[in-house]
């Protein structure tokens, strides 16, 4: 089955201790991105990945960093999380070749740092 | 820079009401055009999309849009509203951007339907 799978589904945490939210996509695109979600704010995309070892800043990248070593994984990591982050977290990919090729999500993960 | 505008944050229809949530977006050159559903404590799935032909385009569950080039717009109807189209929709504009696609997001409306 074709889907983006991301881990874990929640997890809370402390401020300042290291996490890491993995995604894996089985789907062989090439595009992947994060975004989060807060009330009244929409989703914003935190970075994304053009290919392997091609990521850019989203539009509210600070804090946060990723990586794309493989095609089908990027991971978001958190060096050291603020009680800001606290959000719901998804993970997408696509083709990212064509303007028509839709996202596919993730199931979310939700953040809390107390 | 792109924006994606969505008036309605929160509807509320009974039954059988129709439908009509509005978007627009500020960009203008090419574009292509989403609605996306997310289903209380799901993740986004794809409703409909626009990228050529027919400006009416039909998706699932009876849900349709409307590019209307001319007003910048991609509004989301359904004539007839069920319980279970209780959910949060999302616009999207994607326009090529170095080669890929640079995806906004409107901001979402959130649609409770009552028995």
């Known amino acids: 089955e074709a889907q983006v799978t991301q881990n874990p589904r929640y997890l809370i945490t402390v401020t300042g201790k290291k996490l890491t939210v993995t995604c894996s996509q089985n789907?062989?695109?090439?595009?992947m991105s994060w975004y989060r979600q807060d009330p009244g704010l929409g989703l914003r995309q935190i970075y994304y990945?053009?290919?392997?070892?091609?990521?850019d800043k989203g539009d509210v990248p600070e804090g946060y960093k990723v990586s794309r070593k493989e095609k089908r994984n990027f991971p978001l990591i958190l060096e050291s999380p603020s009680p800001n982050q606290t959000s719901l977290y998804f993970c997408a990919s696509s083709t990212g070749q064509k303007n028509n090729s839709p996202l596919h999500f993730g199931n979310g993960t939700r953040l809390t740092v107390t | 820079a792109q924006s994606v505008s969505q008036h309605n944050h929160h509807v509320i229809l009974s039954e059988a009401a129709s439908l009509e949530l509005g978007c627009n977006y500020s960009?203008?050159?090419?574009?292509?055009l989403f609605w996306y559903v997310q289903y209380p404590g799901q993740h986004l799935q794809l409703l409909l999309k626009?990228?050529?032909?027919?400006?009416l385009v039909k998706g699932i569950k009876g849900f349709e849009a409307e590019f209307i080039k001319s007003k910048f717009s991609f509004n989301l109807r359904k004539p007839s509203v069920q319980w279970s189209d209780t959910a949060e929709y999302f616009c999207?504009?994607?326009?090529?951007?170095?080669?890929?696609?640079?995806?906004?997001f409107g901001i979402g409306t959130k649609l409770q339907v009552i028995p």
């Open positions: 626009y990228f050529s032909g027919d400006p």
């Open positions: 999207a504009v994607t326009r090529n951007s170095g080669g890929y696609q640079k995806v906004t």
């Open positions: 960009y203008g050159g090419t574009v292509n």
């Open positions: 990945s053009m290919n392997v070892e091609v990521t």
């Open positions: 789907m062989n695109h090439e595009y």
